[in-house]
């Protein structure tokens, strides 16, 4: 699955928490509401807890094999973006192509004005 916004994080997580320990269930739960707390938020985020995310995510990885495992490497791979990159679905949004000198209409930006 690929991992590039909150929701994607949280299905992830949610996906693998069954099979984790119980305390490694806590903090993925304790994650899982963190994530949610950052709403649409993919900037500010507190490298201190984005730290503490990646380290717990890492020590995780191994409890898991196949595609699971990757997704765990993608969550760990998401977080190292936040602070960092614009996510993709930002430059569907008004406010993502004005900033970029883009025109929003029809849902995505475009280079040039809307037709008449």
Not at 38 to 58: C, M, T
Not at 63 to 81: L, M
Not at 82 to 91: D, G, H, K, R, T
Request: with cysteine; glycine share 8%; net charge negative.
């Amino acid at each position: 699955m690929y991992v590039e916004t909150w929701s994607h994080f949280d299905t992830v997580l949610n996906n693998i928490k069954m099979a984790l320990s119980p305390a490694d269930e806590r903090v993925c739960n304790i994650v899982i509401k963190w994530g949610r707390a950052q709403g649409d938020n993919y900037n500010g985020i507190s490298e201190s807890a984005k730290d503490d995310v990646k380290l717990w995510l890492a020590s995780i990885m191994n409890q898991f094999s196949g595609e699971s495992r990757a997704d765990v490497g993608r969550c760990q791979g998401f977080v190292g973006t936040l602070n960092n990159l614009i996510p993709a679905q930002y430059y569907y949004t008004l406010e993502g192509c004005n900033v970029h000198g883009y025109y929003f209409y029809d849902g995505v930006c475009h280079a040039e004005l809307k037709p008449s």
